[in-house]
């Protein structure tokens, strides 16, 4: 009898072992299926936005092909780049490849065949997010200067919510401009109100207010843009 107890201990032993092994094996392996599970569908989202982005309509790019560029600092030498305005991103076309310049060096250039300059700064954007990044220089001295952020959005595929509607496809869209104004070093977003652009310039606010009546100033043109900021230069 002592000899049968001892014998069933054992048993119940071996099998609490067994069991507890196999448990941790099964639950090794259904982790190890949720993880290639997730990694799989990483991937399948990674290719399908790829795909997406490949075939979507539109552009990120504020023109498509590379144009002739001039850098600051390095005199006449020329370069092929273009603005990628979705991925905030200034492209530099070499022999065999092509890179994003670094946001955060102090950079400037000029597109030779329109003259337009982009330079980098450090900025808050309008969602209170600090970046470095290039923006389009519309107007500047060394004490201030008029400046934007060109912009464009990726909109991914969208089912029909209906049998009646068509799969919308993806696209790029160029969004409005969005302007800044710097002082001293200190880059801001320009105010799109008159009252509140009025506050940059207390000390002029009465010529102000009455130059932008009477040329009737639009906060969201260039060239209104322009001669407001030149006019300021004036006083």
Known sequence: MKLNRYYILALTFCLIITEANYAQTTRRSTEGQTLSSRIDKVQHNMLLNGANLANANGSPFI?????????????????????????????????????????????ELTFTQSNKVYKTHSYTNKENVSKCGFLVVLMENDSLALLKEELVKFYDIKPPSNSYEKIKPAEFKRLSDVYYYRQGDKVSLLPQKRKDFLKLFPQHSSELKDYIKENKISFNKDEDLITLFEYINTL
Request: proline share 0%; aromatic share 8%; net charge positive.
């Open 63 to 107: 023109n498509d092909e590379f144009e002739l560029v001039k850098f600051k600092k390095l005199g006449n030498r020329v370069f092929l780049a273009r603005y990628n305005a979705n991925l905030g991103e200034m492209q530099l076309k070499r022999e065999n490849d092509t890179i994003a310049l670094d946001n955060t060096k102090n950079l």
